[in-house]
């Protein structure tokens, strides 16, 4: 059974850094690209960040690009994004994805306030 | 960066009727290779999003085939052929096809 479970967030002042987690199983990590995706509260999904299985492709959203950063561990079979900078726009419901968004976690809530 | 413009944002439906979402983009989303990667996910309240069609019109394993997907280039459709109660939420089309990738707005299913 496919599973992504998120780890690492939580409550983080303005301007402060948050690394979070995605740790992938029952499947073949290394063989897959993978996107974070956020949700704002009871707002749409908006798409992060992309990294290929290789690492060798990476974009991110004009949102996040310069403060964010994907990347992965295929020994761990871990997929990370560290956030940098962040503001209170940043507070989501942030989800790790296969590259297909066949197979998702359950999300973990990064809240960005003073 | 494309622009994923889904319609309606509401759609208030009985059970057992048909209905349609589109979802249209600001750029072709047919990709070098071939492929065109526009997908359609249903995220029903409090779950993550689960995926209904990739690549237009390929039904995912598991989804119940009253889903159906069509389009070409920048104009494409769901169609929903005899809602039941559990296909309630909201609809949202995604494209991977041109970096940075996004997200349509979404489309929230409800009973009438």
């Known amino acids: 059974e496919v599973q992504l479970v998120e780890s690492g967030g939580g409550l983080v002042q303005p301007g402060r850094s948050l690394k979070l987690s995605c740790v992938a199983s029952?499947?073949?990590?290394?063989?897959?690209?993978m996107n974070w995706i956020r949700q704002a509260p009871g707002k749409g999904l908006e798409w992060v960040a992309y990294i290929s299985s290789g690492s060798s492709y990476i974009y991110y959203a004009e949102t996040v690009k310069g403060r964010f950063t994907i990347s992965r561990d295929n020994a761990k079979n871990t997929l990370y994004l560290q956030m940098t900078s962040l503001r209170s726009e940043d507070t989501a419901l942030y989800y790790c994805a296969s590259p297909r968004y066949n197979y998702w976690g359950q999300g973990v809530m990064v809240t960005v306030s003073s | 960066d494309v622009v994923l413009t889904q319609t309606p944002p509401t759609l208030s439906a009985t059970i057992g009727q048909s209905v349609s979402i589109s979802c249209r983009s600001s750029q072709s989303l047919l990709h070098s290779n071939g492929n065109t990667y526009l997908n359609w996910l249903l995220q029903r309240p409090g779950q993550p999003p689960q995926l209904l069609i990739y690549?237009?019109?390929r039904l995912e394993s598991g989804v119940p085939n009253r889903f159906s997907g069509s389009g070409s280039g920048t104009d494409f459709t769901l169609k929903i052929s005899g809602v039941e109660a559990e296909d309630l939420g909201v609809y949202y089309c995604v494209q991977s096809t041109h970096a940075p990738y996004t997200f349509g707005a979404g489309t929230k299913l409800e009973l009438k």
């Open positions: 690549l237009v019109s």
């Open positions: 029952g499947f073949t990590f290394s063989n897959y690209g």
